[in-house]
């Protein structure tokens, strides 16, 4: 898993504002403890957690720039393999307006 989808699952984990546990993530998420870990750290250092020993939680100082921070990286990517695929139609247009 990339650093972004840990981020992005540690974020929606931790929204709830109460202390979670880091291994709490392994349980969840299948992640390992050094994508826990980089997680955390990014998070904290850019001030939207706090943490004590191995628990977590959203900081009570966030300001208007935390939330743009975690709105941005709560959002998904789309995977470079998907540019190159065009879906088919579910339906096909039968009947034309005039």
């Given at each position: 898993m990339n650093i972004n989808t840990a981020i992005s699952?540690?974020?929606r984990t931790i929204l709830d504002k109460e202390w979670h546990a880091a291994y709490e993530m392994h349980n969840r998420f299948r992640l390992s403890a050094l994508e826990?870990?980089?997680?955390?750290?990014?998070?904290?250092?850019?001030?939207?957690?706090e943490r004590q020993g191995t628990n977590v939680r959203l900081s009570e100082r966030l300001e208007e720039r935390?939330?743009?921070?975690?709105?941005?990286?709560?959002?998904t990517y789309r995977?470079?393999?998907?540019?190159?695929?065009?879906?088919k139609p579910l339906t096909t247009r039968n009947n034309q307006v005039s």
């Open positions: 699952e540690l974020l826990i870990y980089e997680a955390i750290a990014v998070l904290q250092q850019l001030g939207i957690v935390h939330l743009s921070i975690m709105n941005r990286l709560s959002k995977p470079p393999q998907l540019e190159v695929y065009i879906p």
